[in-house]
């Protein structure tokens, strides 16, 4: 158990047992984390140490799965230090036998800087004076800025987790060829600007480019990035040439 302890100790990560909430093992990480020792954590309920919001969760996930169900296994809360400052984390929980007593392994990770970048990311959309979109490699819209709805009029409870084929500025034929893009750019191929036509919601017709990127996210997930700028205005003069 000694070699096991130091090996747990050396990790990044906060590593912790409980059964019924109660903490029976927890790593020095973890201990460092919250600014206990590790002699102060033994014996605490993880309320103790979780953000009042999150109590309900913990407790219910902690009963369910020491009971033998089915739950989720990584999820995120936020933990109170000793101090009472706050910082976000990822759970990854897994249950097992400890001392005769069915208990949850915990693995904490601390995701302050993880979330910070989000942020920064968040902002940089948000203020961008185009229309950027992001989609998951399943084609659903995962985020998009404010300049995508002054662009096509929609909100962005509106767009945000349809799918590509749902869009309502999309005709069919642009549908069928942003599929097809699609399937080329989760292959890994770049391709250049793609001009499309759209409709807005106030039933103008009008034109587009995008510029479609495979990137990774914060939260480390390869997601697609694309840049629309509005070019209706130059394709109409080039169209009275």
Do not use: W
Not at 43 to 54: F, L, Q, R, S
Not at 173 to 192: C, F, H, P
Request: charged letters at 25%; proline letters at 3%.
């Amino acid at each position: 158990m000694a070699e096991e302890n130091a090996i747990l100790n050396s990790v990044s990560d906060g590593v912790t047992i409980n059964s019924q909430g109660i903490i029976s093992y927890a790593n020095e990480t973890l201990a460092k984390m919250l600014g206990y020792s590790v002699s102060e954590l033994l014996g605490m309920h993880v309320n103790d140490v979780t953000a009042p919001e999150y109590h309900e969760l913990v407790l219910e996930l902690t009963k369910s799965r020491q009971q033998g169900k089915d739950v989720v296994s990584i999820y995120e809360t936020e933990l109170v230090r000793k101090d009472g400052s706050r910082f976000p984390v990822e759970f990854n929980v897994t249950r097992m036998d400890y001392k005769g007593k069915s208990s949850s392994l915990t693995i904490v990770r601390d995701i302050s800087l993880r979330k910070e970048a989000e942020q920064r990311f968040d902002n940089i959309l948000e203020l961008a004076p185009v229309a950027i979109m992001t989609y998951t490699l399943s084609g659903h819209i995962s985020s998009c800025n404010q300049a995508t709805s002054d662009m096509t009029g929609y909100s962005n409870e509106e767009l945000v987790g349809k799918h590509i084929t749902q869009l309502p500025f999309f005709n069919v034929e642009t549908v069928k060829m942003v599929l097809r893009l699609l399937a080329v750019i989760i292959k890994g191929q770049d391709i250049g600007p793609v001009d499309f036509p759209y409709t807005s919601k106030a039933g103008e017709n009008k034109h587009a480019r995008a510029y479609p990127k495979i990137i990774k996210s914060p939260s480390g997930t390869r997601e697609i990035l694309v840049v629309i700028e509005d070019t209706t205005e130059s394709t109409n003069l080039l169209n009275t040439l």
